[in-house]
């Protein structure tokens, strides 16, 4: 079974800083677009950033670029997602997902993605 696990996620202050990873499981992804999405309640699934599959092109949300920095290490874990100078309004659950076309690049949309994590909640106090 094919599975995409989320780490790193707490609580922090406002300005502070978290590292998420994303592990997988059962397959490898080394050879695949991967992104980053967060939801906030009562609100739809947003774009956060993403990766091609070579490490080589990446894309930011609006609301997070400059802050937020997306990598990949295909000899451990997929993709990470480097998290600075957070704000309340990241306040969500982060969601790791991977492109299934090999040599695929990174989307922005979310229907794009193959295969997606639980998510792990992210919380910024104020």
């Known amino acids: 079974q094919v599975q995409l696990v989320e780490s790193g996620g707490g609580l922090v202050q406002a300005g502070g800083s978290l590292r998420l990873s994303c592990a997988a499981s059962?397959?490898?992804?080394?050879?695949?677009?991967m992104g980053w999405f967060r939801q906030a309640p009562g609100k739809e699934r947003d774009f956060v950033a993403t990766?091609?599959?070579?490490?080589?092109?990446?894309s930011y949300g609006d609301s997070v670029k400059g802050r937020f920095t997306i990598s990949r290490d295909n000899a451990k874990n997929p993709v990470y997602l480097q998290m600075n100078s957070l704000k309340p309004e990241d306040t969500a659950v982060y969601y790791c997902?991977?492109?299934?076309?090999?040599?695929?690049?990174?989307?922005?949309?979310?229907?794009?993605?193959?295969?997606w994590g639980q998510g792990t909640q992210v919380t910024v106090s104020s």
């Open positions: 059962g397959r490898t992804f080394s050879n695949n677009g």
């Open positions: 997902a991977a492109r299934s076309s090999p040599y695929s690049s990174g989307s922005r949309v979310p229907g794009n993605y193959e295969y």
């Open positions: 990766i091609s599959w070579s490490g080589g092109s990446t």
